[in-house]
């Protein structure tokens, strides 16, 4: 069955340093993966999604499959960085996310 | 409107009571999704629309869970009697079709 898991419900960081979010997943199939975000008293966004490759906000993800880990990173943090990030695998054509519990991030001063 | 619109934003419910959640998704996507996270949780799938066809409903928790969106476009989550395990926060996402779904603010249902 898909599953996503995030092993840190917390990862406290001070500001400027470097910032891993580890995601791992199960899936049989060749896997779609996004990283969700959701700042204070906003909805959940998009952050980025490993098939355009892109770097959103200074993040960076890069799809293992050996590892099945998509984790996300960022060599110096922001204290706008803080806030909830979620794993998520889209599967039967997108129909459906599955979510990780999310790893609260905080950075401070 | 700009983004996906969810209503109301909080809801108080005595259990036993029936609770009626709107969604208005971005005008012009076919798809519609509804959620449910728990406190602590991720969000976890309920439901899925393609335009007003009910496409996968595995994700409702017990037959006292029912969604519609008659005419394609603005959905509606209903619980009836509602118990205090049904409290969580209720998310809808849209898309058109394939890719990025966009999230409401969320319905936050306090059975009590």
């Known amino acids: 069955a898909q599953r996503v898991t995030q092993p840190e419900k917390l990862l406290s960081v001070f500001k400027g340093a470097p910032v891993e979010l580890k995601c791992n997943y199960s899936y049989s199939g060749s896997p779609e993966l996004f990283w969700y975000v959701q700042y204070s008293r906003q909805r959940l966004q998009l952050l980025l999604r490993h098939i355009s490759r892109e770097s959103i906000k200074g993040f960076t993800a890069d799809l293992n499959k050996g590892e099945t880990s998509f984790h996300l990173k960022k060599p110096f943090a922001q204290e706008e960085d803080s806030a909830m990030y979620y794993c998520a695998l889209p599967y039967t054509g997108f129909q459906k996310l599955v979510f990780g519990t999310g790893t609260r991030l905080l950075v401070s001063p | 409107g700009a983004g996906v619109s969810q209503s109301p934003r909080y809801k108080v419910a005595k259990r036993g009571q029936d609770v009626a959640l709107r969604c208005d998704p971005i005008?012009?996507?076919?798809?519609l999704f509804w959620y449910q996270q728990a406190l602590g949780q991720g969000p976890e799938f309920l439901t899925y629309?393609?335009?007003?066809?009910?496409?996968?409903k595995s994700g409702l928790p017990s037959d006292r869970f029912f969604a519609e969106r008659p005419e394609g476009s603005v959905s509606t989550l209903k619980i009836q009697r509602t118990q205090q395990e049904d409290s969580a926060v209720y998310l809808c996402a849209s898309n058109q079709g394939a890719g990025e779904a966009f999230f409401g603010q969320g319905t936050r249902l306090t059975v009590v």
């Open positions: 629309f393609q335009n007003e066809a009910q496409l996968d």
């Open positions: 005008s012009g996507h076919v798809s």
